[in-house]
């Protein structure tokens, strides 16, 4: 697996080429941004590794990174969740899920306290499509930075395949250490449950 560093390269890359194609192509500026925008958001927000509860995207959330437990947990790293399109859309709906529900927590806690707080999404049709598209734009930039990395997986492991054994072997205890130092979950987790 290329890492951290090496999906964050190719990932630049993918940026500067969809930047020069893009406007090759007479896309608007502000369409060019919104997909690179998506591109960095999968890169370092959203990243296809959020679940390994110990990766570089997971422990960029903070303190928050623990919203993503449920998920570290329920999905296996380059499991289904992993491919482009689907996880990409699974892991958006995830953070869009648990934003909803923060919002009416809050919106709860208001009313007991006698606030009164009108969230007003109602607005012209117009604006509401146009906003959309710019969101779609910012999703296709998710989807092609998913996809660069799965496919960066997948040619890392053919890779490692036409290596030879005695080098392979050398890179399995170095791997083995780096994910039992990098990729185990916090020690107030049973063992059992660790991967």
Do not use: C
Not at 25 to 33: E, G, K, L, N, Y
Not at 84 to 104: C, F, Q
């Amino acid at each position: 697996m290329p890492g951290f560093v090496g999906h964050t390269v190719a990932n630049t890359a993918l940026i500067v080429g969809t930047t020069v194609v893009m406007r090759a192509q007479s896309w608007s500026w502000q369409d060019v941004i919104a997909v690179n925008a998506g591109i960095v958001i999968a890169t370092f927000v959203l990243s296809p590794d959020m679940d390994l509860f110990t990766s570089k995207s997971m422990k960029g959330w903070g303190w928050l990174r623990y919203f993503w437990l449920p998920y570290a947990k329920l999905a296996r790293h380059r499991d289904r969740l992993h491919f482009p399109i689907v996880g990409t859309m699974v892991r958006w709906l995830y953070v869009m899920a648990i934003l909803a529900l923060l919002v009416i927590l809050f919106r709860l806690w208001f009313r007991h306290i006698g606030l009164s707080v009108d969230l007003d999404f109602a607005g012209d049709t117009e604006d509401i499509i146009y906003n959309a598209l710019y969101l779609a734009d910012v999703f296709l930039g998710a989807v092609l930075a998913d996809t660069l990395h799965y496919v960066l997986d997948i040619f890392s492991t053919k890779l490692k395949r036409v290596i030879p054994r005695r080098y392979r072997d050398r890179y399995d205890r170095y791997a083995r250490a780096h994910e039992e130092r990098e990729h185990r979950l916090p020690r107030w987790i049973s063992t059992e449950e660790q991967r």
